[in-house]
């Protein structure tokens, strides 16, 4: 019962984290379009697997970007590139240790990593979602890697933030 209850937490904390971050980071981030900043062969070369071309919700929304496998590439659902502002992933990273710190993040972790731009870290919930968060100057990434192992999913971000860092 405890660890249902710690998860829902988690889950809860991650949800508030997204509604206070999400409206600044979209208003703010600069109208540059993240599909413009990988390649659908980067983002095939990095999974090992055929992907299609990134693509965007919608026309007029171009700071987030997806690309969705081909062909038999079942266990990787889809990889998302998302443009932030340097203040958003700044926000981001101090609510993700204040909810840690107050305990609402039991399986949670946000581990520091080098090495990727300015500054980065990944943020993992359990065992099956892992996010690569980075910036460099005023701009800032998310990239996340759904339905990969975590190991696998940190190896292949870092792989792609590598990718768009030396875009910028």
Not at 88 to 95: E, H, T, V
Request: aromatic share 8%; glycine share 8%; charged share 15%.
């Amino acid at each position: 019962m405890r660890l249902k209850f710690t998860h829902a937490i988690s889950i809860v904390a991650v949800f508030i984290i997204g509604v206070v971050i999400a409206p600044r980071t979209f208003a703010d981030a600069p109208a540059k379009d993240a599909c413009s900043l990988l390649t659908q062969a980067q983002v095939s070369d990095a999974l090992g697997a055929a992907f299609g071309a990134g693509s965007h919700v919608t026309p007029q929304f171009v700071k987030t970007c997806t690309w969705t496998p081909t062909g038999s590439a079942k266990e990787i659902k889809a990889v998302t590139l998302n443009i932030q502002t340097a203040d958003s992933y700044d926000s981001g990273k101090k609510q993700i240790e204040m909810a840690k710190t107050a305990g609402a993040g039991e399986g949670t972790q946000l581990i520091s990593t080098s090495g990727i731009g300015d500054d980065a870290y990944y943020f993992n919930v359990g065992t099956n979602i892992t996010q690569l968060f980075f910036k460099k100057g005023t701009l800032a990434f998310k990239i996340a890697v759904y339905g990969a192992s975590a190991d696998k999913a940190m190896a292949v971000e870092k792989t792609l933030a590598l990718e768009v860092i030396s875009k910028l």
